[in-house]
């Protein structure tokens, strides 16, 4: 018992000894939790107005994961009938990869007018200061000229709300921007026949289709 009360007067005397730094700790850890709720926000006219003057960044992917499954499983397969349909497989998905990587590069060059472009590639997106970037010719572009300029980055991905497949915009900072600035660029509204009779690619469309939400909610804006 009175090891405990002893115990008990050393805590106390602990808390009061250091009151001012457990205070600190608190307030910092404070506004490590709170600043992310707060700043990180993106005002859409904002947004508008620093992508105009900016780069976006499309973040390609690379289906890595699907490429070294299928590899991982062609390694292991002693049937022959079982490892050519691996391996056509992952041909078929390479192709299907690099078909896209061109269409959207195509698209962006001939489409897109609302801002500076490059492109990334989302296995080399951890450290995304040390990410290796491209211009559409494919020639690399520096972090230090990057860094000139405000960047958002253009990610594949499903909507959250209808789950379908979407492009979607985010800042710097790693925040998707909201509306009314134009995001999740999804397939809604596209006539697939009309795509074909008039023999247009689907990313050519959506590219387009983006520039002219971007520019006609810039001049909302000045309105």
Do not use: C
Not at 5 to 19: G, N
């Amino acid at each position: 018992m009175q090891d405990i009360q002893r115990f008990v007067r050393v805590l106390i005397t602990a808390m009061k000894t250091y009151r001012p730094i457990l205070l600190t700790g608190v307030i910092l850890l404070s506004i490590h939790f709170l600043y992310p709720l707060t700043a990180q926000v993106p005002d859409p006219a904002k947004a508008a107005h620093d992508l105009r003057e900016g780069y976006l960044l499309v973040r390609f992917p690379a289906y890595r994961a699907k490429v070294d499954t299928l590899n991982a499983m062609i390694q292991r397969a002693e049937d022959p009938d079982k490892k050519a349909r691996l391996e056509k497989m992952l041909s078929e998905t390479r192709a299907d990869r690099d078909r896209q990587h061109e269409e959207y590069k195509q698209a962006f060059a001939s489409e897109y007018r609302y801002s500076k472009v490059a492109y990334f590639y989302d296995f080399d997106a951890h450290h995304l200061q040390s990410t290796t970037y491209y211009l559409l010719d494919g020639m690399t572009i520096l972090q230090e000229e990057l860094a000139k300029y405000p960047l958002f980055y253009l990610h594949f991905e499903r909507t959250s709300e209808s789950r379908i497949d979407a492009l979607v915009i985010y800042d710097q900072n790693g925040q998707k921007v909201p509306p009314p600035f134009p995001n999740n660029f999804s397939r809604g509204g596209i006539n697939l026949i009309f795509l074909k009779i008039a023999d247009r690619k689907f990313p050519a469309w959506r590219v387009e289709k983006m520039n002219k939400r971007m520019f006609r909610y810039l001049s909302e804006l000045k309105t």
